[in-house]
């Protein structure tokens, strides 16, 4: 792990954050309200009958003097308890005789001891809410723990990756399952935070084994790995050689889904960078591997996995619960229908779900076949056969990408269908807009087919 590499930036905070004068305060007469939790805290603030300093900081030139209370520490944590009346050298130091904190940053302490001594949570951000919970995972204080993670509930995209190091360092898997979540949604964010440059090979490697990652193309991922590469190779002085940076991102570039890019995006990332970290045959092999969707040609160890980053959760589901028609004799199928639309963005389709329907005693009951098409030439097709158990729906098991602009129809054939004889009514689109999260798709003038309940793109 790397999580002093991150200490820089904590340190800066607490510099610019923490009032040096509010710990190396003169000695104040304490003030007694009867208020437990507000006599200690002023305990604390004022430094009275103090037995015991710490001198605290990652860098001697930020590091902080406070004076505390043996008691009230040994009281929250076993650790204290056993360092000041145990068999430790601690144990005999006097008042004044300073106990080194070298891996906790001042205001990360401060913050710590105002909640040991009187319940206040004053964690302030996320960056001072992780090394306070650090902090209280190493000293075991199990009430500091709980308070710093229910702050760190969901924190913000800037910082996760920072977070996320220290609850995988305490082993803390819920936290590490909602610190994923948020990079998950908003890997964007991610992937530009300086926490990335300086997060740890394990969390690039979990990041890329997610398969729900909210990007517009896996070349973002790309990039971010590059730049990931460019900050951690070992042994450089000035600008890492394209070679370094490989060699720093071998084992990750096996995570990179080369066959659910577009071969034109891959290009356009080699080009941008100007880089060799991959070969002229690499280069050259990817591309095709690519453009005929095989992975036979792909260099050694990578990845074979077609399907695009996806996040469902965050998917659009657009009901489409518009029309069947068709006329009905014994053993004829009803013809195809379909709709036309468009997007106003690039998006990947993932697949529809179906609706029941029933009017007028008529039952649909479908057994189907699909496809998108963009001026009759076919870019998904699939069956009822591509049912997710577990998902719900029908997926696309390699969701085209949708250009935006693009006028795309989605057609349903149906095998069969249980309607009266001679029964045919419907329901038309015109010129319907859907729009969220700034998607907008326009379903333009044609039929559609209540089998059709949902369409899922996101």
């Known amino acids: 792990m790397k999580i002093i590499r991150h200490q820089n930036i904590i340190a800066y905070v607490c510099e610019k954050s923490l009032d040096s004068e509010v710990l190396q305060m003169e000695k104040e007469e304490l003030k007694r309200t009867g208020d437990w939790s507000s006599d200690l805290l002023h305990l604390y603030e004022s430094f009275s009958m103090y037995d015991c ?3 605290v900081g990652i860098s001697a030139t930020t590091s902080k003097i406070f004076k505390c209370h043996k008691l009230i520490l040994a009281v929250a944590s076993k650790v204290f308890e ?7 050298a601690e144990a005999n130091k006097g008042p004044d005789d300073e106990i080194k904190i070298d891996d906790t940053e001042p205001m990360a302490f401060d913050a710590a001891m105002r909640f040991v001594y009187g319940r206040r949570v004053d964690f302030v951000n996320d960056l001072i809410a992780a090394q306070v919970y650090k902090f209280a995972n190493m000293w075991q204080i199990q009430n500091l723990m709980d308070a710093a993670d229910l702050y760190l509930k969901e924190p913000s ?5 920072f977070v996320y190091e220290i609850f995988k360092q305490a082993g803390n898997q819920k936290g590490l399952g909602r610190c994923m979540e948020v990079m998950s949604a908003n890997i964007k964010e991610v992937l530009s935070s300086s926490h990335w440059q300086n ?3 394990d969390l690039i490697m979990d990041v890329l084994s997610q398969g729900d990652l909210n990007v517009d193309s896996e070349c973002d991922l790309l990039e971010g790995l590059y730049r990931w590469g460019e900050a951690n190779t070992k042994d450089r002085i ?6 370094m940076v490989r060699e720093a991102i071998k084992k990750p570039l096996e995570k990179i889904r080369f066959l659910s890019m577009e071969h034109q995006e891959f290009a356009a990332f080699c080009s941008k960078n100007k880089n060799n970290i991959f070969t002229a045959e690499e280069k050259w092999n990817i591309i095709m ?3 005929i969707k095989s992975a036979e040609n792909l260099p050694e160890n990578f990845s074979s996995e077609m399907q695009p980053r996806v996040n469902v959760k965050k998917a659009v589901w657009l009901d489409l619960l518009t029309f069947h028609s068709g006329y009905r004799g014994f053993g004829y199928p009803v013809h195809p229908s379909f709709i036309d639309f468009s997007v106003n963005k690039n998006i990947h389709f993932f697949g529809l779900k179906f609706m029941s329907f029933a009017h007028f005693d008529c039952n649909f009951m479908p057994d189907s076949q699909f496809e998108i098409t963009n001026e009759g030439e076919r870019i998904w097709e699939g069956t009822t056969k591509d049912y997710d158990v577990k998902l719900q729906y029908y997926k696309a098991k390699k969701p085209p990408l949708l ?10 054939k149906h095998s069969f269908a249980s309607l009266p004889d001679q029964t045919f009514f419907h329901q038309s689109f015109s010129e319907w807009s859907i729009s969220k999260e700034s998607l907008t798709v326009t ?6 087919s209540a089998a059709v309940g949902f369409l899922i793109i996101g």
């Open 238 to 243: 000035g600008k890492p050689s394209d070679a």
């Open 403 to 412: 250009k935006e602009g693009v006028r795309y129809q989605l057609s349903v």
């Open 443 to 448: 379903l333009h003038n044609r039929n559609s």
């Open 82 to 88: 056993t360092m000041f009346h145990g068999n430790f």
């Open 53 to 55: 300093t710490f001198r």
């Open 157 to 161: 995209p800037g910082n996760v990756a």
């Open 199 to 201: 997060a740890s090979l």
């Open 289 to 291: 591997s690519i453009s």
